[in-house]
């Protein structure tokens, strides 16, 4: 997984990443057919791998990661088009973000290639 490099992340922050992960998963958790499968997760856990890949994925650094963080969604048992949905609720939470569409799609991306897609 690679970072766009010419995004500016500072633009969103680390404080901007944690918000759009939070409406991310609200978001999910508000889908009747994903709910179910948030049921017994710890989202604390899920919601920092979530941003790390989010940072990543932007163009922020790795940190000190030991392993990737990737497999955040798969774990979970969702079909692919559920996934894709999962993928398409957070580009919806960027967009309403005013992330530009270079790093929408880079986000897709990072996100699509965790699951294996």
């Not at 990443?17 to 978001?27: E, F, G, H």
């Not at 941003?51 to 940190?63: C, M, S």
């Not at 949905?85 to 991306?109: E, I, Q, S, T, W």
């Amino acid at each position: 997984m690679t970072g766009l490099g010419p995004y500016p992340l500072e633009a969103l922050g680390v404080a901007g990443v944690r918000d759009a992960v939070a409406r991310w998963l609200r978001l999910v958790a508000a889908d009747a057919e994903l709910a179910p499968y948030l049921m017994g997760v710890d989202r604390v856990r899920l919601a920092g791998h979530l941003a790390l890949i989010l940072t990543v994925a932007l163009g922020g650094p790795a940190g000190d990661i030991v392993r990737p963080a990737a497999g955040a969604w798969r774990g979970l048992g969702l079909t692919e088009a559920q996934h894709r949905r999962v993928v398409d609720y957070l580009a919806g939470v960027l967009r309403a973000l005013d992330v530009p569409a270079g790093a929408v799609d880079a986000a897709r991306r990072a996100f699509a290639d965790e699951a294996g897609a």
